[in-house]
């Protein structure tokens, strides 16, 4: 195991146990942690993928029902983790879960659209996850997914002042820790969510900061080629060069 990879499994168990003991009220009814329960899956990916310093690190929110809440991997939809990847592991289902959500794992039926879109944008562009991963690396800002009593999915900027404070505070305190592990050039929000929270909690670093649109299909402008949208803010950053080929297999 590399040096890095230690500090990436090392830096996200820490923020497992940090976040574990916080408690939300309404409107959370339910807290998943895959994390802790998805924990296989997704040190499988830390140590086959983040085993080296990374030129980009793009930051997500949070976990979705349909991806990382399932399979423990950033934007974790079933196929892209299984299928291009290359990555599956158990997953033990959490004692307390949503009854319109259940976790199924990699046998989860649905397909995450915002996963499917990001790493759709990464296959087309990269060809195989190793040309990805060779110096790019996904991660989430928020280890945490919130259900309300109807089912639906919260973010956390949906809660209250007083229960992000300390969840803000571990988050913050992984991300630096996963900088210092992954030493990129860039820090790409996923989102302007991602975006803001990492210019806050590593204000004063070097790394450059940007923001793709995020690919949810509840925002309209993502519904319209998310993908070549994302690219050319990218380009635009000097992110990813106009003329790149895809990486060879």
């Known amino acids: 195991m590399s040096d890095t990879t230690r500090l990436l499994i090392a830096a996200a168990r820490e923020l497992s146990a940090s976040v574990s003991r916080l408690r939300f009220g309404p409107p959370v009814a339910h807290t998943y942690n895959p994390l802790d329960y998805a924990w296989a899956p997704h040190e499988a990916y830390a140590r086959r993928y983040g085993n080296s310093s990374k030129r980009v690190v793009f930051l997500g929110m949070n976990p979705?029902?349909?991806?990382?809440?399932?399979?423990?991997?950033?934007?974790?939809?079933?196929?892209?983790?299984?299928?291009?990847?290359?990555?599956?592991?158990?997953?033990?289902?959490?004692?307390?879960?949503?009854?319109?959500?259940?976790?199924?794992?990699?046998?989860h039926p649905r397909s995450e659209v915002s996963g499917r879109r990001l790493w759709g944008l990464f296959?087309?562009?990269?060809?195989?996850?190793?040309?990805?991963?060779?110096?790019?690396?996904?991660?989430?800002?928020?280890?945490?997914?919130?259900?309300?009593?109807?089912?639906?999915?919260?973010?956390?900027?949906?809660?209250?002042?007083?229960?992000?404070?300390?969840?803000?505070?571990?988050?913050?305190?992984?991300?630096?820790?996963?900088?210092?592990?992954?030493?990129?050039?860039?820090?790409?929000?996923?989102?302007?969510?991602a975006e803001k929270r990492a210019r806050a909690a590593l204000a004063g670093s070097p790394v450059q900061f940007g923001r793709v649109l995020h690919p949810s299909p509840a925002s309209p402008a993502a519904n319209r080629d998310w993908s070549g949208a994302a690219t050319r803010q990218l380009e635009d950053l000097g992110v990813w060069t106009k003329t790149a080929e895809k990486v060879k297999a």
């Open 123 to 193: 296959a087309s562009r990269f060809g195989n996850a190793s040309g990805f991963f060779s110096d790019h690396f996904v991660v989430n800002y928020c280890p945490l997914g919130f259900l309300s009593e109807t089912g639906a999915n919260l973010t956390p900027d949906k809660l209250s002042s007083r229960e992000t404070a300390p969840l803000y505070s571990a988050c913050d305190e992984h991300l630096r820790q996963l900088v210092a592990a992954l030493r990129p050039d860039w820090l790409i929000g996923v989102g302007d969510f």
């Open 64 to 107: 979705g029902p349909h991806g990382m809440m399932q399979t423990g991997i950033p934007f974790g939809e079933v196929a892209a983790v299984r299928d291009w990847m290359g990555l599956e592991a158990l997953v033990r289902p959490p004692e307390r879960m949503h009854p319109k959500l259940p976790v199924n794992g990699f046998n």
